[in-house]
């Protein structure tokens, strides 16, 4: 077991190892997209690069950047990532809609 911090929703989620970062975020009530994303998201199924997060912490706890992650993130801070794409296996502190 491990935990995701949400740092504006100061909540904190208990999770199993090998967890989504995306379904564990909706599944616990977190609002993670900006009005366009909540219009125009495509699920979870990494087509679309709107479920932007920041880890703020822990960003050694997840799995490797995707290649469509590089893609969609070329141009954001390496702390950015897809929250569809990412597996936590530990502790994280994440910033949902960063700018």
């Known amino acids: 077991m491990s935990t995701i911090t949400f740092a504006k929703e100061n909540k904190e989620v208990v999770i199993a ?47 490797p950047r995707t290649e ?3 893609k969609k993130l070329k141009n954001k801070p390496a702390s950015f990532r897809l929250a569809c794409q990412t597996i936590v296996n530990g502790p994280v502190k994440v910033n949902t809609k960063p700018a």
């Open 17 to 63: 190892l090998g967890s989504n970062l995306r379904e564990k975020t909706v599944q616990n009530g977190i609002d993670m997209y900006t009005f366009k994303g909540k219009m125009m998201n495509c699920g979870g199924y990494g087509q679309c690069g709107m479920c932007k997060v920041d880890i703020l912490e822990g960003a050694e706890n997840l799995s």
């Open 68 to 70: 469509f992650e590089e």
